[in-house]
């Protein structure tokens, strides 16, 4: 679920006992899936709910690394301070979700105190009713 990003899935996987930190036969966990995908939302709600953002898999190291692995280049242009977000075109909509899931993995204390849970809860009040 955290791989393709149902943010909603993930919150009621947790909410209904699901440990965000178990590990596959290679050691990833929910955090290094959603991390792989670029996906912020569901880093968020995994790091909402304590995910270990130390963990490493195997050969992949963090969830932070894995983020920073897909694309070495375009993370040094736009996170090395060379090109401003703002100045990212519509086709680098790729690194906007890489810098945004670099900033979840970096500042979780300012994840777990954000409230903007709503649109989650509602999507995933949705996914129940199906």
């Excluded at 440990?19 to 966990?29: C, F, H, I, K, N």
Aim: aromatic content about 4%; hydrophobic content about 45%.
């Amino acid at each position: 679920m955290a791989g393709v990003g149902l943010a909603p899935a993930c919150v009621l996987l947790i909410h209904f006992g699901a440990r965000v930190d178990v590990q596959d036969e290679d050691g990833l966990t929910p955090l290094h899936m959603a991390a792989g995908y670029a996906n912020a939302r569901t880093l968020k709600v995994l790091v909402a709910a304590g995910a270990d953002l130390q963990l490493t898999g195997e050969g992949q190291g963090t969830a932070l690394e894995v983020v920073q692995g897909l694309g070495k280049y375009e993370y040094k242009k736009v996170f090395g301070g060379e090109v401003k977000k703002e100045m990212l075109k519509k086709k680098d909509e790729k690194l906007q979700k890489l810098k945004m899931c670099v900033d979840v993995l970096l500042e979780p204390e300012k994840v777990k105190a954000e409230n903007q849970w709503e649109d989650v809860l509602r999507d995933a009040m949705r996914v129940l009713s199906l």
